[in-house]
């Protein structure tokens, strides 16, 4: 595709509730990245994968938020009974291996817990 | 842990004003740097980077030069416009590449 796709773009859950947050990368790239953007902040590291393979999840906060990405292509961000303080964007980025610099972002999804 | 700082704005100017935003940075090793710019409604994207001491990177009138004896990465323009306004946010990541690390983020809004 164009660019990095992320649905849905907003995303409203009561608190407790499971969520799935989809990021399809641009074609070819083997890298994708998950951040995490909280009102007013800077994009804070999730998760990273090569391929298929999750190399480093060092970011992600509890064990409530889980990532795959099965096929080496497009990759789901699942969170399990929300909190308030889950409420942020969450943004994905791909590039085209882990030794190139430039990652893409997709538009994130806002995801509001009530 | 590696960490980058930045000005905090809003900053606010007149079109055809010189912009500077500073960035600062802490990290091991020898780290790239970015700036990415969001503009209202968008995602983040990638203004220049820059990924070895005293590089200067550039695109679309911004400039930033890696000094590795300041730790610095400031973005600079000669002459805003008030398209130019969005949220600044400067980056580094490791030699891997394998994520980057943020700064807050600095609001510029540019006013005819």
């Known amino acids: 595709g164009a660019g990095v796709s992320q649905s849905p773009r907003y995303k409203v859950a009561k608190r407790g509730q499971d969520v799935a947050l989809r990021c399809d990368p641009i074609s070819g790239h083997v890298s994708l990245f998950w951040y995490q953007q909280a009102l007013g902040q800077g994009p804070e590291f999730l998760t990273y994968f090569q391929n298929e393979a999750q190399l480093d999840k060092s970011g992600l906060p509890s064990d409530r938020f889980f990532a795959e990405r099965p096929e080496g292509s497009v990759s789901t961000l699942k969170i399990q009974r929300t909190q308030q303080e889950d409420s942020a964007v969450y943004l994905c980025?791909?590039?085209?291996?882990?030794?190139?610099?430039?990652?893409?972002f997709g538009p994130g999804t806002r995801l509001t817990v009530t | 842990g590696d960490s980058v700082t930045q000005m905090e704005g809003p900053v606010t100017l007149s079109e055809e004003a010189f912009l500077t935003i500073n960035c600062t940075y802490t990290a091991t090793g020898y780290p790239s740097l970015f700036w990415y710019v969001q503009y209202p409604g968008e995602g983040l994207q990638l203004l220049l980077k820059a990924t070895k001491a005293d590089d200067k990177g550039s695109n679309k009138g911004f400039e930033a030069t890696y000094r590795k004896e300041t730790t610095s990465f400031h973005l600079e323009k000669g002459s805003v416009q008030v398209s130019d306004s969005a949220v600044y946010f400067c980056?580094?990541?490791?030699?891997?590449?394998?994520?980057?690390?943020f700064g807050t983020g600095t609001r510029l809004l540019v006013s005819p």
């Open positions: 980025a791909s590039s085209w291996t882990s030794g190139n610099p430039e990652q893409y």
């Open positions: 980056a580094l990541s490791d030699q891997g590449f394998q994520k980057l690390v």
